[in-house]
């Protein structure tokens, strides 16, 4: 029993060989499919840039809630200037 | 009344606890201090810890489904009729239910929800978030979410370093496997897979794993990975040292160049393209992690976005964290394979840091000194610890150097590379 | 045309309407009126009515299960099998339906889905949130992330106080087994002890509770509860002048001490073994409470404390709002149970002020007049109602007397207690 | 070695994609370019098309039920144990498990789990999401949240515009049955009523009504309604202006009267009375929008209010969007009767446009042209988009002519009106 | 087979007109209703204003944690100014 | 029957009583211990509060978020106290 145990053990050691291999090969041909793949896309998005510009009416990120945010931005700004200037 | 104390007493921690679920208790109790006193991944490990203890109070059987309330309620006509369903004495009850699957174990459920038992808090957490698979893919939508993805894109070939750092995975697999010459080990196939993912250094990618190949173990694994992702500024530095040299370390790189908007956008999109053409099996977890990042980038759906950057991810952390530590038992968690899968984990990490670094090292040598070798390092994932480290490593170095941005591209790399190897487990262990 | 004419007379409300259902939805109305106009606990007794109101909407069944859908349609070929499947003359299917139990139930169910009949949105709701047990718990989390325990852990001693209130909760379990010598009440001790909960003014442990003992009877035992918890302000100053003189009402107590940070957080831990080692029947309440506490306190977590404390809650709320709603359908609660529970539950807020008062003096006595005995009224919980109520009543004695952060200490201690109480009837009563 | 190649190679998207999903994949990724660089409804239309790319993954059966998987595998015992379930030859179980429902449905499904098929992703956030029926729900809840019913309130006779809009849906519903005339369509009147759904303009209602009616069709239904809704800046113009006089279009109309808080919180309390007494069978749809608005205008729940109008509405828009998308598959997308709905939900929407305005002139007549005959188009509902339509088409033939309030109350009675549409179909067709 | 199709299409359109003339009566039905409930509802709130008046203590939308920390932060500002302007 | 039903009602009085008398009893005992293992457990926190003195960077319980309102309140704040001071 004990020796079809380890000749279990041996075959299973192989079948985790080769899934070692099987999947260092396949994370490696993916990534490197990968590093190209998106170099073609870069070149792409630049192709495509110019008309990019026509539409510079996406929404922007700051949202209403975050108006509290701005306020204190303009207000930091303001005693900021405020300071500089002398005021 | 004396039948009324008798059934306090007998329905008392104090009388039923035994050995195993005070030294989880104390397991437990560690992984919180950890989390508060050291700072070690709090988000996950502090509700890990506090479901570790949960799980281990004696009697309320928090984390155990129908079944095992049935067995623990102890009732002799249940326990005959579970047997009867099972097809086991009544004596081997325990083992039987362990092993019951398929159709027995469905109708030793209906069973026992017949009888009105039902499943413990913990047990439906678990069920809802980790059985369906949902909450750990849900994280991974917030991680896109929350990750910028420029490095990577200004400079697609350190995605050969989160590549290399995979080599901890894979050979942590064969360790696993080895370890079984060892009287007690016993790891199959899937249970090696499953705890090899440690080497991934990613919390949600682990958890996912194992809990399709070896949710036994699940508890385990995500203890070990997130522990080991704390201790990446302990575990890294003396491993990126000993295989670098003083020189290496001091190299400045270039520049990152800006990346357009566009490019933002169509990233997602591209890894998805790749993975449904080349690694369907990866699709849950890359797919997820790019609608989060779509989510980001697209710019039109910020509320989306920030829902999925908040108030989803952390909803899910909570239940998924207490979750996993119901898979803390004493039963299952104190046993010889958890050193075994502790001590392989530790070795997974130094091993894929190591497979990092030389890859980082070739690519020095290929780019004529342009890269500076520890960027390979932050290949493991263990997003933005790592990184965190390789800029640390380089400024002790140089006071010059910043590499905080340069090892942010292998770093997320690291992501799509575990769950690139993850795909490649499913599909050949899991199928 | 005709018959879609028909069809549609058929489908409407005011040719279904029931008198029990206009009542209950004048019942919804009234609770509304009393969240909006009055301030009683709007957050819970709005959704409440609302889901009343939905609830008693004819026809539609958005209360019902599967099987009470089949029943709705009437359609006699579904009715004779389900009729077959319980074993009943179609005639008595209402009464099989309502005793069907274990196997004949999960059956009957089975038949329902597939002979296409779908639960009611308002049952789903009931089913996730509150069947499962798991609303209330997830609640309990955020008033454990919300609540400050300082003053509780600063002095110790105002557990007692808290202890003394629940004797609320146990005089009127003997008062609901005493109303069955009038006929048309026949609680069992299961009802009896989920409607004594009431006395533990707390609303998440008393569905909890009322869930897993008398789940029919939930709807009444939650409007009770949380309605008292409103009137505190109302039912608690006759009482407490009445236990008390005015020179006992004027006693200023001494500051308390700051309490450090370490222990906020081992507080948590040390309620959390305590509860492991004597009263596992306590676990999920206690246990949840005190997670949500070392979220909070832990210092280290705050994405997820401030989750707990903010879009959990709320989100849960809602849902639990309206599912105990759903447990308003007129046949459930339109019956002389009612009344009594309604009774019943004045009596536990009486008989729980009293006993907490009743302890203040003696602590007022033992402490050689340290204390003031007003705080024992704050024993109940119904935080933080009921330590501002005791606030106002020391400031009318003595204009410089402020109770309220002494009183925080055994209204904090209530919301233990009557967890402790709930373990206790689980224990005995549900095991 | 060859093995785990061929099973790599097997488990490849390039060696299983079938034509129809490269054509879903660009679908997909069209409807996401439409939400990115059009704005077409973003916050839906890009996770319904990142979850159409997903649904069209090959071999991974994201969409795939348990039963699905077992299929997928393609386990020659597995497909004899699930033929011999449902009766039907194993050649032919493709048709079987379309056609299969109710008892031999559940048995396939029961099967499949105790083989150990557990069901895609997708499907899970289809089951849980709108299976159940509960995510479009708690979208209308966040809309009532969200919506001020002032301008309704202030003048209801608005109501009619907001009803006679709702002549598109009942049109479109004979369309769809003419249509059977051609080959290769044969819409059942179920299947009829619920793409006619999409003349509600109304995204949550249409889901609703599809998932109870037509749930293969619902993804086509939804796309389009959504589409259509993005579009109603160009649809909805040039109708408008055929039908109106030039005079006609620059009527400015009175200041609506302010409406006092007590109205705004009798209103949904009205509204659903009405639907409780009148349409039962519209309860579920009318109840959660009138919820949600009475959060908001109580003024005592601000918490729930605010929950339901962000945290609940976002996370669940995203569970929607991605459960929507999985029913985009190719074998059930790329059909003739695709193109059906998207022509009938062109037409619907023009029609209802068109039904409005002229009801819109009616009103002006009758009312001695008080009323500006253009606010009639914004009854198709599609909130807030068509009541800025009206108003850009009065501004341009009156630059002093602000309609946009005007608007608000045909646009919101639009809502209600396609939600009692839906109960009438509910109520005849669904029953 | 064909000429029953046909037949059984045409009972389909004319239930399809039926349900058009049930339904589109419904739809006016309801929402004519709901336009006089409403004046109704109108008048009603008219007469019950002047009681609401009486009760002008509904809770104000901010609620009461923020006001708190708002309160606190202008009160660290204001003492730390003292402090620095020997106030 | 009626009897028969006093019985058991009296029975149940009982059961009832023996369970208040648990339940008081078990409630003031795991109170009552409470409060002894607090008082250890303040005393412990007290021995332990040097070492906590030497990690003082424990993360403060302010946010970013937080911050930011404070930040706009105080703003607030001065420029409303420099109005009327006229600063
Ligand atoms: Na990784
Ligand atoms: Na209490
Ligand atoms: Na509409």
Redesign the interface.
């Given at each position: 029993m004990r020796h079809g145990e380890s000749v279990m053990n041996t075959d299973l050691l192989i079948q985790g060989a080769e899934l070692m291999l099987l999947g260092m090969g396949i994370v490696f041909g993916f990534l490197t499919v990968l590093v190209f793949t998106l170099r073609g896309m870069s070149l792409l998005a630049d192709r495509l840039h110019q008309p990019e510009q026509v539409h510079p009416e996406l929404p922007p990120p700051i949202d209403v809630s975050d108006h509290r945010q701005v306020i204190a931005a303009i207000a930091v700004a303001v005693s900021r200037y405020r300071a500089t200037h002398g005021a | 009344?004396e039948q009324?104390?008798e059934?306090?007493w007998r329905?008392?921690?104090?009388a039923?606890?035994e050995i195993g679920q005070i030294v989880m208790?104390l397991v437990g109790?560690g992984l919180?201090f950890l989390?508060?006193?050291k700072?070690f991944e709090?988000?996950l490990l502090?509700?890990i810890g506090?479901g570790c203890?949960?799980a281990n109070?004696?009697?309320?059987g928090?984390a155990e489904d129908g079944v095992g309330q049935l067995l623990l309620?102890g009732d002799p006509a249940h326990l005959g009729a579970l047997a009867q369903v099972l097809g086991v004495p009544v004596g081997e009850l325990g083992d039987g239910v362990k092993h019951a699957?398929?159709?027995a174990?469905?109708e030793a459920k209906?069973l026992a929800?017949?009888?009105?038992y039902?499943p413990?808090?913990l047990y439906?957490?678990y069920a809802v978030a980790i059985g369906?698979?949902?909450a750990p893919?849900l994280i991974f939508?917030g991680v896109g979410a929350l990750t910028d993805f420029s490095a990577?894109?200004a400079k697609?070939?350190t995605?050969?370093l989160?590549?290399?750092a995979?080599?901890g995975?894979?050979?942590t697999?064969?360790g696993?496997?080895?370890l079984?010459?060892i009287p007690g080990f016993d790891f199959t196939?899937a249970e090696?897979?499953a705890i090899a993912i440690i080497g991934g250094a990613d919390g949600p990618t682990a958890i996912f794993l194992a809990s399709k190949l070896a949710p036994d173990l699940l508890g385990a694994i995500a203890v070990a990975a997130y522990s080991y992702m704390a201790l990446v500024p302990i575990i890294q530095p003396p491993i990126m040292k000993l295989l670098t040299t003083q020189s290496e370390r001091r190299v400045e790189m270039q520049q990152l160049r800006p990346v357009?908007?566009?490019?933002k956008?169509?990233?997602p999109?591209?890894?998805?393209?790749?993975?449904?053409?080349?690694?369907?099996?990866a699709?849950?977890l890359i797919?997820?992690l790019t609608?989060g990042n779509?989510?980001r980038e697209?710019?039109?759906?910020?509320?989306?976005s920030?829902?999925?950057q908040?108030?989803?991810i952390?909803?899910v952390?909570?239940i998924l964290g207490?979750s996993v530590g119901s898979k803390l038992q004493a039963d299952k968690f104190l046993s010889v394979e958890t050193l075994g899968i502790l001590a392989l984990g530790a070795a997974a990490f130094c091993i894929g840091t190591a497979a990092g670094v030389l890859m980082g090292k070739l690519m020095h040598r290929l780019s004529g000194g342009k890269v500076n070798p520890l960027i390979g390092a932050a290949g493991v994932s263990a997003v933005p610890m790592a990184a965190r480290v390789v800029n640390k490593v380089g400024l002790e170095a140089n006071h010059h150097n910043f590499l905080l941005m340069h090892a942010m591209g292998p770093n997320v790399?690291g992501v799509?590379?575990s769950a690139?190897?993850a795909g490649?487990?499913l599909?050949?262990?899991g199928?």
């Amino acid at each position: 029993m004990r020796h079809g145990e380890s000749v279990m053990n041996t075959d299973l050691l192989i079948q985790g060989a080769e899934l070692m291999l099987l999947g260092m090969g396949i994370v490696f041909g993916f990534l490197t499919v990968l590093v190209f793949t998106l170099r073609g896309m870069s070149l792409l998005a630049d192709r495509l840039h110019q008309p990019e510009q026509v539409h510079p009416e996406l929404p922007p990120p700051i949202d209403v809630s975050d108006h509290r945010q701005v306020i204190a931005a303009i207000a930091v700004a303001v005693s900021r200037y405020r300071a500089t200037h002398g005021a | 009344m004396e039948q009324g104390f008798e059934a306090i007493w007998r329905s008392m921690g104090i009388a039923n606890i035994e050995i195993g679920q005070i030294v989880m208790v104390l397991v437990g109790a560690g992984l919180i201090f950890l989390a508060i006193r050291k700072g070690f991944e709090p988000l996950l490990l502090l509700p890990i810890g506090f479901g570790c203890i949960l799980a281990n109070v004696p009697v309320a059987g928090l984390a155990e489904d129908g079944v095992g309330q049935l067995l623990l309620a102890g009732d002799p006509a249940h326990l005959g009729a579970l047997a009867q369903v099972l097809g086991v004495p009544v004596g081997e009850l325990g083992d039987g239910v362990k092993h019951a699957h398929g159709a027995a174990s469905s109708e030793a459920k209906l069973l026992a929800h017949n009888l009105g038992y039902e499943p413990g808090m913990l047990y439906q957490f678990y069920a809802v978030a980790i059985g369906s698979g949902v909450a750990p893919l849900l994280i991974f939508m917030g991680v896109g979410a929350l990750t910028d993805f420029s490095a990577l894109i200004a400079k697609p070939s350190t995605l050969l370093l989160g590549a290399a750092a995979q080599f901890g995975i894979f050979s942590t697999l064969i360790g696993a496997l080895a370890l079984n010459v060892i009287p007690g080990f016993d790891f199959t196939l899937a249970e090696a897979s499953a705890i090899a993912i440690i080497g991934g250094a990613d919390g949600p990618t682990a958890i996912f794993l194992a809990s399709k190949l070896a949710p036994d173990l699940l508890g385990a694994i995500a203890v070990a990975a997130y522990s080991y992702m704390a201790l990446v500024p302990i575990i890294q530095p003396p491993i990126m040292k000993l295989l670098t040299t003083q020189s290496e370390r001091r190299v400045e790189m270039q520049q990152l160049r800006p990346v357009s908007k566009l490019e933002k956008i169509l990233f997602p999109l591209t890894v998805l393209l790749l993975c449904l053409l080349f690694l369907p099996s990866a699709a849950p977890l890359i797919g997820m992690l790019t609608f989060g990042n779509l989510l980001r980038e697209s710019g039109v759906v910020d509320r989306l976005s920030k829902a999925a950057q908040n108030e989803i991810i952390n909803a899910v952390t909570i239940i998924l964290g207490l979750s996993v530590g119901s898979k803390l038992q004493a039963d299952k968690f104190l046993s010889v394979e958890t050193l075994g899968i502790l001590a392989l984990g530790a070795a997974a990490f130094c091993i894929g840091t190591a497979a990092g670094v030389l890859m980082g090292k070739l690519m020095h040598r290929l780019s004529g000194g342009k890269v500076n070798p520890l960027i390979g390092a932050a290949g493991v994932s263990a997003v933005p610890m790592a990184a965190r480290v390789v800029n640390k490593v380089g400024l002790e170095a140089n006071h010059h150097n910043f590499l905080l941005m340069h090892a942010m591209g292998p770093n997320v790399a690291g992501v799509i590379g575990s769950a690139v190897a993850a795909g490649v487990l499913l599909a050949v262990v899991g199928g």
